[in-house]
């Protein structure tokens, strides 16, 4: 498992442009792994950390979980939302030149 370092961290935060507090810190250092064991999921391999594509998905990714985007549909009686949970082409399109196909 990968041990986010308050630099690595600071490198994500920037990459989103995001200001750098005690809890945006505390809050990549804690996401960013998980989206990194979802990133070599995804590619079937594992990545290395310094691969900058891989940075750019990790924190896109944090930045699209983060924000209340994603609401699709929404109606007034009884209350009922509905989300997209799929991360959009865009944020895994930094990881296509990764993935391995799987026979």
């Known amino acids: 498992m990968w041990e986010v370092t308050d630099l690595e961290a600071q490198r994500l935060i920037a ?11 505390e809050h990549y250092k804690t996401l960013a792994p998980i989206y990194y064991e979802m990133a070599c999921d995804y590619c079937n391999a594992t990545l290395e950390i310094t691969e900058s594509a891989m940075l750019i998905f990790v924190a896109k990714a944090i ?11 929404r109606s007034m009686g009884s209350v009922s939302y509905s989300y997209a949970t799929d991360l959009p082409s865009s944020v895994l399109k930094s990881l296509k030149p990764f993935k391995k196909l799987r026979w």
Do not use: E, H, P
């Open 15 to 25: 990459i989103n442009g995001d200001l750098i507090t005690d809890a945006t810190l």
């Open 63 to 73: 930045q699209f979980y983060t924000q209340k985007a994603g609401l699709t549909a």
